[in-house]
DNA sequence: GTACTTACTACATGATAATGTAGTGGACGT
DNA sequence: ACGTCCACTACATTATCATGTAGTAAGTAC
């Protein structure tokens, strides 16, 4: 049974060209084109297509979101995104939402059958510098791995605090010390971290997950 | 002129059939077959070659350390990682230390030479179960998130200026406006944010990604 | 035009933070 | 017993912050 596929896209001429494209491969499925994506959970129950190509820029709901809503009922569906820019935020947002691929339009007439079959099978397509912006997102941690400043664990726990929004005085309640000790351990971890505020420290211990 | 290829691989027989393997194709030349990483600055330094093939898996300096050493002294040379497994640890470990590829060797020999050309004109050749492990290492993150406290494009630029730990002086300073408006943007700002201290704006800044 | 919103500035006041200096008492090694 | 760390407390001073109230100029809305 060929592989059932539906279209997500605003653009008539690129459903078109899409459906057209698809024709061509016995195995694969157009079942319909879709201007925009606002009943997309509907779609998805009736429909049943075994891979969405979400076009990521739309009018109304857009296809990030869709993503999402997809997600919600259908976790296992995979999503193959098409857009035309490779910018950074797009793609790590469709990404956070739980898409499978990501595809440049203007390579989506030669990649598009492969990247469904790719995706079926477990894989993730992706265009060579999606691929490599995605990489760029993981963290680029611990290379030069951390003189990791170590903060004692009083100080770890009064700074949890401050980064909660505590005042000096709460924290010294909270943790049955005097105002003045507190004072005293923040000003360890400012000389520690290297900061002067108490903004930079907060900063710095989420940035560094000190916290 | 050829694109000159260096590998790493404890395994003579997969040194050998790579060689082979690289010897077909014109545009690729194989330089080198190193079955120990002890000395990859060096290497790298005195072969200079434009792609590295690295197996992960080797006695003494390990492939993702040896990536880690690479790194430091050629930031951009590309790096495409062989390995028999394709478990998350060593995928994120290598990624991590910057590698700029990753493929399983029991396909290499069908990908490696198009995960060449595809790395040096900027993609990150992935096999696809790779691909996407490496999707499901980015942060699932704020699905739900929603309700994206709207900042106005000033707003957010104060926020980053206190994130970073100026003082309300130094903002001013900075974004050319006077001390007073700076403090009026930052009480519109606690209030979006539903924040009363400097500390709990920058927390929930990092933490909500509005920075 | 009047009403209303935006973006910005101004002044005032009490609270909090940042930094320095200094003292206590207990635990440590020698 | 000696010095000397460490954890903690104390007091003082100046800078900075949090919050309120209020006013101006420009832009929009009707």
Redesign the interface.
């Known amino acids: 049974m060929a592989v059932k596929i539906l279209l997500y896209d605003d653009n008539e001429a690129l459903r078109q060209s899409m459906e057209t494209l698809l024709g061509e491969e016995p195995d694969l499925e157009f079942i319909a084109g879709i201007p925009n994506a606002e009943t997309v959970e509907t779609d998805v129950r009736e429909l049943k297509p075994d891979v969405v190509l979400m076009d990521i820029d739309m009018p109304g709901v857009n296809g990030v979101e869709a993503v999402?809503r997809i997600?919600r009922i259908a976790p296992q569906l995979p999503i193959i995104m098409l857009t035309v820019f490779d910018d950074n935020e797009n793609i790590?947002r469709a990404?956070?939402?739980?898409?499978?691929g990501y595809i440049l339009k203007r390579y989506a007439s030669i990649e598009i059958p492969s990247a469904i079959r790719?995706v079926l099978?477990?894989?993730?397509?992706?265009?060579?510098?999606v691929?490599?912006k995605?990489?760029q997102?993981?963290?680029?941690?611990?290379?030069s791995d951390q003189e990791k400043t170590d903060l004692s664990q009083k100080e770890i726990s009064i700074l949890q605090l401050?980064?909660?929004?505590f005042?000096y005085k709460m924290i010294a309640a909270q943790l049955k010390i005097s105002h003045d000790t507190v004072r005293f351990y923040i000003k360890k971890i400012y000389d520690k971290l290297h900061?002067?505020?108490?903004?930079?420290a907060?900063?710095k211990a989420?940035?560094d997950g000190l916290v």
Not at 95 to 100: D, T, Y
Not at 195 to 200: C, I, K, P, R, Y
């Open positions: 999402r997600r790590f990404i956070c939402a739980g898409a499978s790719n099978t477990g894989g993730a397509p992706m265009t060579g510098t691929a490599r995605v990489l997102m993981i963290p680029p941690a611990n290379n401050l980064v909660q929004g005042s900061v002067h505020s108490a903004t930079e907060v900063s989420i940035k």
